[in-house]
């Protein structure tokens, strides 16, 4: 009698092992736009290599897929948020997640699920944010510097 079950079983698990080998392959990129956002700066976590048409992407905040993670789901017509909403952002129709105005604390990673007519795919990104807020110097103060270094030390 367990002969019977011997070929499901076996094709459950090919089954299921073509769908992981298939899952892996599935190419989807996630990069951060601006690369080095600074903190207050507007992020977009673009989403490319997409195979098929998209039925809706789910952001997740880390590498987990778990439901307490979730950022949200972006469905063509309508939004839904989840219990790790990061105020002001919103998906679009590429699956791409868009942060209106990123702080420090959102550094780490982010996961998006894309269920498209083909397939599920998966992607992680790694966003950095950076405290700093760069000031720009004109190109007289290192002449301007020198100046005072040179009346300090003529004194």
Known sequence: MLDIWKFPVQALVFGVSLSVCMHSASGI??????????K???V?????????TIRF???YRGKSTDAADQ?????????????KYIEGSHGQPDGSLVIKEVSKDLTG???????????LQ????????SG???????????LLGMLLFYELNFL
């Open 29 to 38: 990129k996630v990069e951060v736009i601006p690369k080095h956002p600074k």
């Open 40 to 42: 207050g700066d507007p």
């Open 44 to 52: 977009t976590l673009k989403v490319s290599d997409v195979s098929g």
């Open 57 to 59: 992407a789910t952001w």
């Open 71 to 83: 950022i949200l789901n972006y469905f063509p017509q309508e939004e839904f948020k989840g219990p």
């Open 109 to 119: 990673d982010y996961t998006v699920q894309i269920q498209t007519t083909d397939s």
């Open 122 to 129: 998966q992607a992680t990104v790694n966003l950095v944010v």
């Open 132 to 142: 700093v807020i760069p000031i720009a110097l004109s190109p007289l103060a290192p």
